[in-house]
T-cell receptor, first 112, second 112 residues
Framework: SQTIHQWPATLVQPVGSPLSLECTVE??????LYWYRQAAGRGLQLLFY??????ISSEVPQNLSASRPQDRQFILSSKKLLLSDSGFYLC???????????FGPGTRLTVL | GEDVEQSLFLSVREGDSSVINCTYT??????LYWYKQEPGAGLQLLTY?????DMKQDQRLTVLLNKKDKHLSLRIADTQTGDSAIYFC????????????FGSGTRLQVQP
């Protein structure tokens, strides 16, 4: 069965510091991968989408970036964090040919 | 554009039925989903319904879809305290990336 790991689970970072959040998946090959952000008390906003290694679509202009160095690894990064980057970051996967997305446990980021 | 709307809060007594409602705008959605989020956790897929169906039942869960009115509901029978969580309605957008558009979530509080 498919498994999604996210690391770290929680993170507190100062404004202006860099960021690297990792998502790794197991039990599937060539998945479609997504990064979503959930602000406090809100729904989820799509940030990035990837159909394969090195293929990233950015959905919202911002100071975040994403990379997919391996088929089952999806990384969310920033060179300089802003206060507004605080939130709950969720990685999701969708197997090609299906519509259903499954979510990882999330990373809670607090920028102070 | 796409928009998914939900009421923010619902309170029920243990043993009663809960009905969470959702409206959506994208008529090209092929699947509609209900996700459950417990405090501090990721999203758990509860159930989904294909757009050509009117109803789907899965144990205590019943999903009703009124495609004409673009209205989706989730009924939880015999609601338990463990059902307390935030419930998100989501639709699959009609583009190739198949990203999900989420409502802002309904917080269900089950009183003993």
């Amino acid at each position: 069965s498919q498994t999604i790991h996210q690391w770290p689970a929680t993170l507190v970072q100062p404004v202006g510091s860099p960021l690297s959040l990792e998502c790794t998946v197991e039990g599937t090959s060539n998945p479609n991968l997504y990064w979503y952000r959930q602000a406090a008390g809100r729904g989820l906003q799509l940030l990035f989408y990837s159909v394969g290694i090195g293929q990233i679509s950015s959905e919202v202009p911002q100071n975040l970036s994403a990379s997919r160095p391996q088929d089952r690894q999806f990384i969310l990064s920033s060179k300089k964090l802003l206060l507004s980057d605080s939130g709950f970051y969720l990685c999701a996967l969708r197997t090609s040919g299906t519509d259903t997305q499954y979510f990882g446990p999330g990373t809670r980021l607090t920028v102070l | 554009g796409e928009d998914v709307e939900q009421s923010l809060f619902l309170s029920v007594r243990e043993g009663d039925s809960s009905v969470i409602n959702c409206t959506y705008t994208d008529s090209s959605s092929t699947y509609l989903y209900w996700y459950k989020q417990e405090p501090g956790a990721g999203l758990q897929l509860l159930t989904y319904i294909f757009s050509n169906m009117d109803m789907k039942q899965d144990q205590r869960l019943t999903v009703l879809l009124n495609k004409k009115d673009k209205h989706l509901s989730l009924r939880i029978a015999d609601t338990q305290t463990g059902d307390s969580a935030i419930y998100f309605c989501a639709e699959t957008e009609g583009t190739g990336r198949r990203a999900l558009t989420f409502g802002s979530g309904t917080r269900l509080q089950v009183q003993p």
